[in-house]
């Protein structure tokens, strides 16, 4: 099916249609989205989440090749609602704020010139650990072995996993990440990960030394900068709960309050976690004074389009070259949504 997909697309790009397509929607705004770069092998681990370097790179090149208007978000956002948008805009966005952003994206977006917005969830830059359910699910990807034995280890009931069987595998990752998140302190599950790294002998300390899976530092943060690279709200634990009015809110608060240590611009842009959002929270991102949020609905964005449920086109290793044109020029737009951007 993908691949009858992209033999339409590479017809269509042939055809001219892509041009005629960026031609037609060159009035909405284009909002792209990472997560994290390779250093290593992440970009296989989750192609869905990471994107290597030599990929970025010809994204970045085939921005420049559409001559796609790329603006900071938040001049981006503020032209949107004026109706002063340049033909062809877009906006670079980057969620929750891996140490790749500092070491890999930050060098390839100022070499070319083009600013980017990190949304950025503070409680790993507190906690400068690699993200437990990450990094519980690399180490069990990344071994070799067949089976796992553990003695005494508090997170699950079983004395052997084994990891040839895929469902026993998951389960065991699962047990581990849901204990260590409801249970633990952040000190106690970096101890059970050392442990689980030596029973895998997928050694933690590498991937610790290596930082992967790492947010970046206070000092990376405000390295950014230089790159002109802003940074924005994304919750302090990575959770924006809809039940909860005062959860919600403190998660922006503490967000906030911990960037503020660390930046001295203010944060007004919000990027919901993991996507989730709901109608009613948008009063609270207003009294909050959040003046746009984004989420990961694909699509473009038109004046009409609501500015706490912007769409975004999520890119990483998974999206195939063409799939990245089409989204750019507006093609997919287009043939799967009609112009979208209006009101939901
Ligand atoms: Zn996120």
């Known amino acids: 099916m993908r691949n009858l997909k992209l033999l339409v697309f590479f017809l269509c790009k042939l055809a001219g249609l892509f041009h005629l397509a960026q031609w037609i929607t060159r009035d909405r705004l284009r909002i792209l989205c990472y997560h994290g770069f390779a250093l ?3 970009a296989e681990f989750r192609p869905k989440l990471f994107i290597t370097v030599k990929q970025f790179e010809q994204r970045l090149a085939t921005i420049r090749r559409y001559r796609l208007n790329v603006l900071p978000l938040d001049e981006a956002i503020h032209r949107l609602y004026s109706h002063s948008l340049p033909d ?11 140490h790749s952003v500092y070491r890999l994206a930050a060098p390839c977006l100022h070499a070319q010139g083009l600013p980017a917005t990190v949304y950025v969830t503070t409680y790993y830059v507190e906690n400068p650990h690699p993200i437990f359910r990450l990094v519980v699910q690399y180490m069990f990807w990344k071994t070799r072995k067949r089976q796992l034995l553990l003695k005494h280890a508090p997170w699950s009931t079983h004395d052997a996993v084994d990891l040839s069987n895929p469902e026993e ?7 581990c990440i849901n204990f260590g998140e409801r249970e633990c302190t952040e000190e106690i599950r970096h101890a059970i990960c050392e442990q689980l790294g030596t ?7 590498d991937i610790v030394r290596q930082k992967l899976l790492h947010l970046m530092s206070p000092d990376e943060l405000r390295a950014l900068k230089d790159a002109n690279i802003g940074i924005e709200l994304h919750t302090h634990r990575h959770t924006f709960p809809s039940d909860s009015r005062s959860l919600a809110e403190r998660e922006i608060t503490d967000n906030r309050a911990a960037l503020k240590r660390w930046i001295t611009a203010e944060c007004r842009h919000f990027c919901y976690p993991s996507g989730l959002w709901d109608k009613q929270q948008w009063v609270w991102l207003d009294s909050m004074r959040i003046k746009s949020s ?3 609905m694909p699509g473009l964005n038109s004046p009409k389009t609501p500015r706490h ?8 290793e998974d999206v195939h070259q063409l799939e990245f044109e089409a989204a750019i020029t507006g093609f997919t737009d287009l043939l799967f949504h009609g112009r979208s951007g209006d009101p939901i």
């Open 40 to 42: 290593s092998d992440e």
């Open 88 to 98: 062809n805009s877009a906006s670079i966005t980057i969620d929750d704020g891996f």
């Open 169 to 175: 595998r998951e389960k065991a990752v699962w047990d």
């Open 199 to 205: 029973l895998l002998e997928t050694p933690y300390e």
């Open 294 to 296: 984004t989420t990961c």
């Open 309 to 316: 449920a912007l769409r975004r086109f999520l890119d990483s």
